[in-house]
């Protein structure tokens, strides 16, 4: 089943910490015998309202095929990793 994961990413001054957010959500994918199918960083952008006192996050969208009973898992996952403020994951229709 083909997924679409939107996630943001508090404000990090260090690239290299910035990067290691983005291999460790890849890895939670990969881990649950998901395929990324395409990747689309959006880059640094001011939020619509404040999150967590933040004004400002990472944009980062993914595509992914990945089993549906896995999905949970995904979202307690992502829920328990401190960098994301905020994260939505849809189902895309083939």
């Known amino acids: ?5 939107m996630y943001i990413v ?3 001054a260090d690239e290299q910490a910035l990067a ?3 291999d460790k959500v890849e890895k939670i994918i990969t881990a649950g015998s998901g395929e990324i199918l395409r990747r689309d960083d959006w880059g640094k952008r001011r939020l619509a309202y ?3 006192r933040f004004t400002e996050g ?3 969208v993914l595509q992914f095929n990945y089993p549906p009973p896995a ?3 995904l979202e307690r996952a992502l829920q328990l990793t401190e ?3 905020r994260f939505l994951i849809t189902r895309v229709e083939d």
């Open 1 to 5: 089943m083909s997924y679409e994961l």
């Open 10 to 12: 508090r404000p990090i």
């Open 20 to 22: 290691a957010v983005k």
């Open 50 to 52: 404040p999150i967590l």
């Open 58 to 60: 990472f944009y980062s």
């Open 71 to 73: 999905v949970r898992d």
């Open 83 to 85: 960098e994301i403020i």
